[in-house]
DNA sequence: CCGGAGATCAACCATTCGGATGATGCATGG
DNA sequence: CCATGCATCATCCGAATGGTTGATCTCCGG
């Protein structure tokens, strides 16, 4: 029997997350928590678990659900499913980077869920089939990687400038911006200036 | 018996919705959809409802949960709950523009959320405490500001939409997307939808 | 009942952008 | 030494954008 900790600050997430735990079988859910400071609170103690579903992103917490995850892990090396709603780039990288063993979205098929937290429980990874497919787009399109430059003018554009505004600011000519927008929406695989900003925030390049 | 139908793309957040209303004596869900074309579709034909709880942000959906919102009040009548996950001022006065009953965090407890339920159907306006003492806090400083339908616009702007494809997204035509985007750089005092977007960000209206 | 605000749409026009192509100079690393 | 990557600049052109003016229509409050 694998138990469970729900660590959510959304009373109707964890009453849909403990719906669908036990109604599997061969795991149940032994405790919940709405802060990251509850759930290490818990730990300390009576904590015993073998896998944890965490919200990467606890409501008004001081504490993030990634700094929480790197604590769980290197201290009780419990696995920690990250369950959150949004899934962009940048959040996926935190939460893999701090240690969790698998991630998440809340819009992922209950099926999906139980098989990703028996994984988890056996020590494996699990990835959602939404993750997957994004990190290979990022490892396929490894050109993620933009120059200084690069950055420096992507930084310029989002933040409101225009082609002509960023030429003077760099000094360098308006063909030079426009090349390297040319440059960054192909490395993006973008095709306007606003996508390239919106995309690069979502990754968090920004 | 107050009939209920959930609409939200997420199945564990539709599962602990549909706990929670099944939980009380005088409600029950009579039907779940996961998207919002799929909401429409259904009240087409056979849909019955009393209240509809409603996900403000449709996932991948070309049609926001706003503009279902919308469609639904106009066309049925039928009160509309925005149930969602982040809520910001925006989100509110998209929601409550586009003819929501209520509006309520998913982190709302869950006492909350069935009381709400019941002055939705009763056809009372049902806001949040939260929602309330936030649209309190904007009534006290009304300094900036767009409609909510300018805010929606700004928002697609932000996430690196051309105006053609917000005028589809809004389903109006180009020139009313860029009478808005005219309308808010006159209120912003900025000059270009780049510089709306990073003042907007600035002032943390997205 | 009138006025104002918001949402909708239209047409026009100057400016700006994006896309394609091509070229030069300068490092760096194999 | 040379391929490669980066930064630089130019030109051309079609498409997108911004600015403006003007016009309904609806809803709300005085």
């Given at each position: 029997m694998i138990d469970v900790v729900l660590a959510d600050d959304h009373p109707v997430v964890r009453t849909g997350l403990r719906a669908v735990v036990d109604d599997q079988p061969d795991m149940q859910v032994v405790h919940e928590v709405s802060t990251a400071e509850d759930l290490l609170q818990w730990l300390e103690h009576e904590g015993r678990a073998d896998v944890i579903l965490l919200?990467?992103?606890?409501?008004?917490?001081?504490?993030?659900g990634a700094t929480a995850t790197g604590t769980i892990v290197g201290r009780y090396r419990i696995p920690v499913l990250v369950v959150t709603t949004y899934g962009t780039d940048a959040d996926i990288l935190a939460a893999i980077g701090a240690g969790a063993t698998g991630y998440l979205l809340k819009d992922a098929p209950t099926e999906e869920l139980a098989r990703a937290i028996r994984s988890a429980a056996a020590g494996e990874v699990a990835l959602g089939a939404d993750v997957q497919r994004r990190l290979l787009g990022r490892v396929r399109a490894p050109a993620e990687h933009l120059s200084a430059r690069e950055l420096e003018v992507l930084r310029l554009v989002a933040a409101g400038r225009s082609n002509d505004a960023i030429a003077r600011e760099l000094f360098v000519s308006v063909a030079t911006v426009k090349s390297h927008l040319a440059h960054i929406n192909t490395r993006l695989g973008t095709t306007s200036r606003g996508a390239a900003v919106a995309l690069a925030r979502d990754r968090g390049m920004l």
């Open positions: 919200d990467l992103r606890f409501g008004d917490g001081r504490m993030s």
